[in-house]
């Protein structure tokens, strides 16, 4: 990933918000891209506007708001550091129909070392259809593709002698739509206390690593209310996650809420207390990305102690239940509480291989569990 802000984007109706306060009695100024020389026709560059106005709200000892106008705006090639608190709402993100421009970059649009970001509604569309195509293709020459990410290790404003925090904390995304992503759809990593509610997120059922909402080396961190299709996970949970609450997340195309892939690194962070409902359950031990260099091999971390309390939903498929445990570091200590999971209407069937798993309450489906 890119360790400078990297903005290569083509905007549509877009509107910006710099700096929600809490406190009422600071005046408020606003900075409009329009009166510092771009133009709203999608063919200008207006990357000096936009830096012109990121450099003012930044260097302003006052909460500034950056106010972009319903239009067309083609910016590119913008990289900022410092530090600095900066709530931040974005409307209407275009990127280029050429995939190849932003597909090495990493990073889409890239919030660092910020506190206080606040996003609030507007359609981000990351036209990856033809990096997806590109993929699929099994071409070695394809772009790993950008993502949206929120960071805390480099800095992302000017004039660090504001505020001076060293961390991205207290982040809001509230009714943000996410489409066709070439990527990760969000990626929250190494950041503290953020919500994510009323988010939809939609790309293609075959499109491959479209994450959702992507969780790593993050604390307290609460998904709500949320509609993710695409065609990798819908919320995927990396290493060092601890504290994270997904409550009402309907799931359509994907793969669910996936806690993994873990274990790559040596000294790795593990994940801790994670809160999830309305999704099937997998644990997979033998999974292998691409079938590639792995076959045959399960991980070498073993499973234990894991609740699954009060779960109720609907599967795409009949197997809502599976276990697929390493037979060298078997699961165990698997436990299900009054959890209910169905199938198109019909009972549903649970998988468990080298895994003790018991149940109490109502369970359903309880084909191989331990009642």
């Known amino acids: 990933m890119a360790k400078s802000m990297s903005l290569h984007i083509l905007l549509v109706l877009i509107f910006l ?3 929600v306060s809490s406190s009422s009695a600071i005046p408020m100024v606003t900075y409009s891209v329009i009166s510092l020389g771009t133009k709203s026709d999608g063919q ?14 930044c260097g302003s000892t006052a909460d500034s708001t950056i106010y972009v106008p319903p239009g067309r705006y083609l910016l590119h090639n913008v990289a900022k550091a410092g530090t600095m608190t900066l709530p931040y709402v974005l409307m209407g993100l275009l990127a280029p129909s050429d995939y190849r421009i932003i597909g090495d970059a990493g990073n889409w649009v890239l919030f660092e070392h910020v506190n206080g970001v606040y996003i609030d509604g507007g359609i981000l569309d990351g036209q990856g259809a033809g990096l997806w195509a590109c993929k699929r293709l099994g071409n070695n020459n394809c772009p790993s593709g950008a993502t949206i ?22 982040i809001l995304i509230n009714g943000l739509t996410s489409q066709n992503s070439q990527m990760f759809h969000v990626v929250i990593d190494g950041s503290h206390n953020v919500k994510v509610q009323g988010m939809r997120v939609s790309a293609s059922g075959n499109s491959p690593n479209t994450d959702g909402i992507h969780v790593q080396s993050s604390s307290d961190v609460t998904i709500l209310n949320a509609r993710i299709g695409t065609g990798d996970d819908c919320v995927s949970v990396g290493p060092g996650t601890t504290n994270l609450r997904i409550e009402n997340v309907a799931c359509d195309p ?23 409902v309305d999704n099937p359950i997998v644990i997979d031990q033998n999974y292998c990305r691409d079938n590639k260099n792995c076959p045959g091999k399960a991980s070498g971390v073993k499973i234990s102690d894991v609740t699954y309390q009060d779960i109720h939903g609907t599967s795409a498929t009949k197997v809502v239940v599976k276990f697929d445990c390493s037979q060298k570091y078997p699961c165990s200590g698997i436990k299900f509480e009054d959890v209910k999971l169905i199938y198109k209407n019909q009972p549903a ?15 359903q489906p309880n084909s191989c569990l331990r009642l």
Not at 44 to 57: P, S
Not at 149 to 170: A, D, R
């Open 17 to 19: 918000i710099l700096f």
């Open 349 to 363: 069937e649970a998988s468990c291989r080298n895994a003790d798993v018991s149940a109490s309450g109502f369970v």
């Open 149 to 170: 990410k929120i960071i805390n290790n480099v800095p992302s404003c000017v004039n660090e002698q504001i505020l001076g925090f060293s961390n991205s904390n207290n």
């Open 44 to 57: 200008t560059d207006t990357t000096k506007a936009f830096l012109a106005a990121w450099a003012k709200a």
């Open 254 to 276: 994907g793969h669910g809420i996936s806690i993994g892939s873990l274990g790559k690194e040596l000294h790795e962070a593990g994940v801790q207390n994670v809160t999830s």
